[in-house]
Structures are given as C-alpha cells and as structure tokens.
C-alpha cells in the first residue's frame, strides 16, 4: 500500500511540476507580450504627441495667413472706398462741366 501512495505522490508531483513549468512558460510569454506591447504604446505615444506638435503648428501657419489676409482685405476695402470716392468725385465734375456748358 504504501508503495501505491508513493507512485501517486511521485505522479502527483510530476504533474505538478508540468503544471508549474507550462505556468511559468505562460508568464514568460504573457511578460514578453506586455513587453511587446507596452513598447507599441510608446511608440504610438510618440507619434501622437509628433501629430500634435504638427497640428500646433499647422494651427499657427493657418493663423498667420488669416491674419494676413484679414490685413490685405482691409487695404483692400479702404481701397475700394478711395475709388469709390474718387469716381463720385469725377462724375460731379463731369456733371457739373455739362450742366456748366448747356
């Protein structure tokens, strides 16, 4: 009898250090996975925070040429209400010629 039990405890301690050893591969791998991953995460990291400095600076840029272009339309309209004046100021003296002249 006490042989059986010695052959179950030696099988139950076999199985238990299969059990252990495919455990520990498991965690070997699921690290190595974490590793793996945790790096992705990083590396994504980094081309989120490139992405950003690119949009600030895409952000600046547009800026910078609106308000260019909001100064350019302002000269603009001044430029218009010159002409605008000028040309009011030409037809009353054409006006004014021919109505001297009659």
Excluded at 30 to 40: A, L, Q, T, V
Excluded at 53 to 58: A, L, P, Q, R, T
């Amino acid at each position: 009898m006490s042989e059986q039990l010695l052959q179950q405890l030696i099988h139950m301690v076999a199985e238990n250090n299969r059990l252990v050893k495919e455990t520990q591969q498991e965690l070997r791998e699921f690290k190595k996975e974490m590793y793996d991953f945790r790096n992705e995460m990083y590396a994504f990291r980094d081309e989120m925070y490139a992405f950003r400095e690119e949009m600030y600076e895409f952000r600046d840029d547009a800026t910078r040429r609106l308000d260019g272009l909001d100064r350019q339309n302002k000269l603009i309209d001044a430029d218009l209400d010159l002409m605008h004046r000028k040309v009011s100021d030409q037809e009353r003296e054409i006006n004014r010629l021919k109505q001297v002249g009659q």
